[in-house]
């Protein structure tokens, strides 16, 4: 989209001087996100992110931006209560100059202030970035621990529960409308669905899902992306500021969040490298991201929930595989695809499943390194 089309929308929100800059973010799957720096009345520069949220994906936009308002509302009255401090410590929504209910300027536009000083990693060998970022995921849950979670809209329904992905794999295996690019897509992803579908890795695929259900571990608030790449780390200190991206902010399991932080932070090349002999997971990084969300966690998480830990790493990267498995034969509809790399979707599939194959590998370490800081 051209820059200037660009502004004229980021005039529609309330923002004090005028755009000197316009960069493309590249990074997120699902929304088109710009960063946009002012030059403020006092000649001061000021930065914005300008976000084109996807309603494909969140049909429910307005619902999803009262989620977040309330969370981040609650998050702030806490730390006020608390005596701590609010700088930095969540997102912060633009109001639009109609005043819209939701921050929303013709329907899919939203803006948020940048968060000052910071950068994110899409993967660290730094155990102290780790350490770090495990206490960011930590922190949230425990800064969310009083908010009901049954208050919370659920977004996309059935997000992390497993056994639906598992069906949604299914369906896209069954799906008869891309049949030209479903025979050589499916011969390209042979192994991979053959290693997904092994009946011994299926019949785990419900085991967090049933402790939900059966209330074994409580329903909490939950981020659902913890992503390494959704963490904010200052650019000076390194240490972590806050978590980004709280579009998927529903009712979960304190689990998921761990999991998919560790997804991406065990791992020690991109999500979609194309060098499989450069990804593995690796253990010392799985601990250093542990001591630091169990840090944060210990007063509120319970036995149950720490038990199944690392079965929550293993329930993450299994999860991803099989939505960027199903998307690739599917042909590409849900996670945006980079035409410069070839079977973009494949390329993400087969690195979470060599991810998945050293997880089956070290699960004793895993649970080790749980019992070294947990209670
Ligand atoms: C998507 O949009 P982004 O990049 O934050 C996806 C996550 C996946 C992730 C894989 C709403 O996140 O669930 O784990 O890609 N978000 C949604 O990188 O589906
Ligand atoms: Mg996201």
């Known amino acids: 989209m051209n820059k200037e089309k660009l502004i004229n929308i980021a005039k529609n929100f309330k923002i004090d001087g005028e755009p000197i800059k316009i960069t493309q973010c590249e990074s997120g799957h699902i929304n088109r996100t710009y960063a946009l720096t002012y030059k403020t009345q006092e000649n001061e520069e000021k930065k914005y992110i300008l976000q084109y949220v996807n309603t494909n994906v969140f049909p429910n936009l307005p619902e999803l931006m009262t989620n977040i308002r309330n969370i981040t509302t609650y998050m702030n009255k806490k730390a006020v209560e608390n005596g701590e401090s609010t700088d930095r410590l969540t997102i912060?929504?633009?109001?639009?100059?109609?005043?819209?209910?939701?921050?929303?300027?013709?329907?899919?536009?939203?803006?948020?202030?940048?968060?000052?000083?910071?950068?994110?990693?899409?993967?660290?060998?730094?155990?102290?970035?780790?350490?770090?970022a495990g206490k960011a995921a930590g922190k949230f849950q425990k800064?969310?621990?009083?908010?009901?979670?049954?208050?919370?809209?659920?977004?996309?329904?059935?997000f992390h529960?497993?056994?639906?992905?598992?069906?949604?794999?299914?369906?896209?295996?069954?799906?008869?409308?891309?049949?030209?690019?479903?025979?050589?897509?499916?011969?390209?992803?042979?192994?991979?669905?053959?290693?997904?579908?092994?009946?011994?890795?299926?019949?785990?695929?419900?085991?967090?899902?049933?402790s939900l259900e059966t209330k074994k571990?409580?329903?909490?608030?939950?981020?659902?992306?913890?992503?390494?790449?959704?963490?904010?780390?200052?650019?000076?200190?390194?240490?972590?500021?806050?978590?980004?991206?709280?579009?998927?902010?529903?009712p979960g399991s304190i689990v998921y969040d761990f999991g998919e932080g560790l997804r991406t932070g065990i791992t020690t090349a991109p999500e979609d490298s194309q060098d499989?002999?450069?990804?593995?997971?690796?253990?010392?990084?799985?601990?250093?991201?542990?001591?630091?969300?169990?840090?944060?966690?210990?007063?509120?998480?319970t036995?149950?929930?720490?038990?199944?830990?690392?079965?929550?790493?293993?329930?993450?990267?299994?999860?991803?595989?099989?939505?960027?498995?199903?998307?690739?034969?599917?042909?590409?509809?849900?996670?945006?695809?980079?035409?410069?790399?070839?079977?973009?979707?494949?390329?993400?599939?087969?690195?979470?499943?060599?991810?998945?194959?050293?997880l089956e590998e070290q699960e004793n370490e895993m649970k080790g390194v749980i019992k070294k800081y947990g209670f």
């Open 92 to 132: 912060t929504m633009i109001d639009t100059l109609d005043n819209n209910p939701n921050s929303l300027y013709n329907k899919n536009w939203r803006m948020e202030e940048f968060i000052d000083n910071t950068k994110t990693y899409l993967t660290t060998e730094n155990l102290d970035i780790l350490y770090e």
């Open 143 to 158: 800064h969310l621990n009083g908010f009901p979670a049954e208050n919370l809209y659920e977004i996309i329904p059935k």
């Open 161 to 210: 529960y497993t056994p639906n992905r598992v069906k949604q794999l299914e369906e896209a295996m069954e799906n008869k409308e891309n049949k030209d690019i479903r025979s050589e897509r499916f011969e390209l992803a042979k192994d991979v669905i053959e290693f997904v579908t092994d009946k011994k890795r299926l019949d785990k695929t419900n085991i967090i899902t049933n």
């Open 217 to 250: 571990i409580p329903l909490r608030v939950t981020h659902n992306d913890t992503k390494l790449s959704n963490i904010l780390f200052d650019k000076d200190t390194e240490k972590a500021v806050c978590l980004i991206d709280l579009d998927t902010v529903m």
């Open 276 to 301: 499989l002999s450069i990804v593995s997971a690796d253990i010392t990084r799985f601990e250093a991201y542990t001591k630091g969300f169990l840090s944060e966690v210990k007063d509120i998480i």
């Open 303 to 358: 036995e149950e929930e720490l038990e199944l830990l690392p079965l929550g790493v293993w329930m993450m990267t299994y999860e991803n595989a099989i939505r960027f498995l199903a998307d690739y034969l599917n042909g590409d509809i849900y996670f945006a695809t980079d035409e410069n790399i070839e079977n973009h979707n494949l390329v993400r599939a087969k690195v979470q499943l060599k991810i998945l194959k050293q």
